[in-house]
């Protein structure tokens, strides 16, 4: 099984910065792809960031100021945000598709990790 846990929320003001981690444990090989998305209250769950084997691609919202990248060795992903925004606050989840275990069949289905909480205000 394969369980994915973020860290690094928490109170910033704005224009603050903000890194959140993102692990992945359990019987694994590799994993494809790894997104951030994030939802703010009363609102849809939007994606943030996403990496596969390529350069990230991100949310218009966050470009310029939010930066992903990965550490495969670790199974870890990572989210510097920069310049955070009152709109930035939500709580973000860590996603992750397409992981293969040790044996190298692919998991069924894709993992979500069960978030943190950004806040971003005075």
């Known amino acids: 099984q394969v369980q994915l846990v973020e860290s690094g929320g928490g109170l910033v003001q704005p224009g603050g910065s903000l890194t959140l981690s993102c692990a992945a444990s359990g019987s694994i090989f590799d994993i494809y792809v790894m997104d951030w998305y994030r939802q703010a209250p009363g609102k849809q769950r939007e994606l943030v960031a996403s990496q596969s084997s390529g350069e990230p691609n991100y949310a218009d919202s966050v470009k310029g100021r939010f930066t992903m990248w990965r550490d495969n060795t670790k199974n870890a992903a990572y989210l510097q945000m920069n310049s955070l925004k009152p709109e930035d606050t939500a709580v973000y989840f860590c996603?992750?598709?397409?992981?293969?275990?040790?044996?190298?069949?692919?998991?069924?289905?894709?993992?979500w990790g069960r978030g943190t909480q950004v806040t971003v205000s005075s």
């Open positions: 996603h992750a598709d397409r992981i293969r275990a040790v044996s190298l069949n692919y998991y069924s289905g894709d993992y």
